[in-house]
Nanobody, 111 residues
Framework: QVPLVESGGGLVQPGGSLRLSCQAS????????IYWYRRAPGNERDLVAH???????MYAASVQGRFAISRDNAKKTVWLQMNSLKPEDTAVYYC?????WGQGTQVTVSS
């Protein structure tokens, strides 16, 4: 059983939107802060956003105002709504609770 599984990535044109999902199983989840990271080719892994167990959110400056993180503890799911996407948002996106990591989902923003 994989603790965290990301989905929802794909190819989108600049200015478009995607909604990533992070589905948890076999972990406590409801008390965990969940993080979204991304790694672009040749770059380090960067923190994109996180949401605490009670819904407090924080965002990287590069995505502030364009991305929104949310969670449903009953569904053990965290979402990352990404709007006004830019080519520089192209990366593999990962979710984590600080201990477990998903396999990542590729987001490509290109015309």
């Amino acid at each position: 059983q994989v603790p965290l599984v990301e989905s929802g990535g794909g190819l989108v044109q600049p200015g478009g939107s995607l909604r990533l999902s992070c589905q948890a199983s076999g972990i406590r989840f409801s008390s965990d802060t969940i993080y979204w990271y991304r790694r672009a080719p040749g770059n380090e892994r960067d923190l994109v956003a996180h949401i605490t167990n009670n819904g407090f959110t924080m965002y990287a400056a590069s995505v502030q105002g364009r991305f929104a993180i949310s969670r449903d503890n009953a569904k053990k799911t965290v979402w990352l709504q990404m709007n006004s996407l830019k080519p520089e948002d192209t990366a593999v996106y990962y979710c984590s609770n600080g201990f477990n990591w998903g396999q990542g989902t590729q987001v490509t923003v290109s015309s």
